[in-house]
Every structure is written in C-alpha cells, then in structure tokens.
C-alpha cells in the first residue's frame, strides 16, 4: 500500500483489515474499496486538484439537506481520497420517488450568481465555474462555446456545426428566461445515482449553480429515471417548455462526450442542435 495513503489512513483511526479491492466504473479515477476496523470505505486515486474538487462538492451536497444519500468524505490529502462506502439495494418506484423528491430539495438551494467559487471538472474535462449573473451568459460562455470551440479544433466538428452551436449559444436571451441558480449535480448520469437501504444516493459530483434542468437532461440523456421520479419531481406542474430546455441542456454533455471519446458522439451532438433549432422555427 502506498505510504501517503497508510499516512492518511492512520490519521483517520482507519486500521486496515485486508488489500485494496478494485472496484470497476471508475473511468477517470482509481477507485477501491478496503474493509477497515471502522467497516468498509471507498478510496479514490487522482489528482490532488480533481479530488479536491469532489470533495468540496459532496460536503456542498450533503450540507444542503435533501434527504438524498451522500457519501461522507473521511478525509483527502494529496491525490488520495477516503470516503463513507455504501452499500446497494433494488431499485424501486418508492426509491425514484425519493430521488425526485430530494433532487427537487437539492434545486431549492439557489444562490445569486451561476457558477461556483472554484473550477471543477466534468469527468476529465475541465470544468469552468467562474460566476456570471445571468444564466444564459453562463450557459453560452462556461459550457456551450468553450467545449464547441474545442471539438471544432481537434477536428471532431467542422465549422458548419461549431457555427449552428454558436447561433444557438447567442440566442438564448430570446426564448430562455433568467432564473436564481439552482445548487446541481452537474453529472448526474444514472451511473452517479445509488440505490441503498437507506435511500437514493448521489455521487461523484461537478456541482455548480445553474438551471435546475441541466440534473434532469443528464438523467433522460441515457435512459430515464422514471414516471414516479417525475411525478414527484414536478408534482403536476412541469414547464411547458421543458422538451426544448431538455435538448438545450443535453448539449453540453454530449459535446464533453464527443470531446472525451470521439466521433462517435458526432451525431447524437447534430441531433441535439437539430431538436433545438426546431423549436426556434416554430
């Protein structure tokens, strides 16, 4: 075992009981579990700036109070990170209600600026939090220009589509309102959501103020959490413009995902720009 994490292990009273077991999912950084003399933890290996990062946004959702289930952070020191394990249990429809009622405490949280005090990163894409009043600023300069401008110079797009992005990106002032900034996820695909005995639980966090929705398309981006997360969610009073902030928010993560892993993300990114460009042509 390395000896920074032994050092950071004693600190925490944490006694081994056996070797570090591989988990799998972890596409960025090296996660394991160990079984100690206070029970099972899950240790995470990367860089210091990135765990750092993580760490800051658990503590930010487990203060907010949700109800939802958040892994306590037992300590971080350098490029390693010592975190409460949880354990699964089945999925169920009182379970996605749950997670709808806790994710709508979790947005009841807003703030006066979109953004975040510190830089952060979505997967291994950096992720920039500098606050901007209005959110449709934040939303084009933070996240749709910067990760267009940087598929369009790696060659994962030609200019014709950076150019569709970029119209859209300048023309949210005229259909998207302003909005108090929600406290989100900020990458919360369904692998970032547990099921455990003691309810839904919320993971490997990029948090960030921004619209609510940007937690709701990750989630319908690569399946669906469900009518019961819905109907708790919205309780009867979804917006009625929700299918366009849908496609709107969905961009941007598969623009991270063309930029992390390629082409093959090319088209589901020209399909998203087309479902936005037909509501503007209505």
Sequence with gaps: M????????ASLSLTPRGALQALGGGDIAAVYRLETNRGGVVIKHDAAARLAGEAEGLAALRDAGSGLVVPEVFGVAGDWLVMEALESAPRSVAGDT?????????????????GWPRDNACRR???????LPDGRAFQRERRLLPLAVAC??????????????????????????????SLVHGDLWSGNVLFTPRGPA????????????????????????????????WKGD????????????????????????????????????????????L
């Design 202 to 233: 919320i993971i490997d966090p990029a948090v960030y103020r921004h619209y609510a929705e940007v937690d709701l398309a990750m989630l319908t981006l690569f399946g669906s959490p469900g009518e019961a997360f819905f109907d708790a969610y």
């Design 238 to 281: 979804a917006p009625a413009d929700w299918p366009r902030r849908e496609a709107l928010f969905q961009l941007y993560p598969l623009l991270n995902h063309l930029l992390l892993f390629g082409g093959a993300y090319r088209g589901g990114v020209e399909r998203m720009v087309e479902r936005v460009e037909r509501y503007q042509d």
């Design 125 to 131: 894409t950096p992720q920039a939090n500098a606050t």
């Design 152 to 181: 369009h110079e790696r060659g994962l797009m030609d200019a014709t589509l950076r150019e569709r992005i970029e119209r859209l990106a300048h023309a949210l002032e005229e259909w998207l309102p302003d909005t108090p900034a």
């Design 98 to 114: 749950a997670l709808g009622e806790g994710l709508r405490e979790l947005h009841g949280h807003v703030g006066d600026a979109h």
């Design 2 to 9: 390395d000896d920074s994490l032994e050092a950071l292990l």
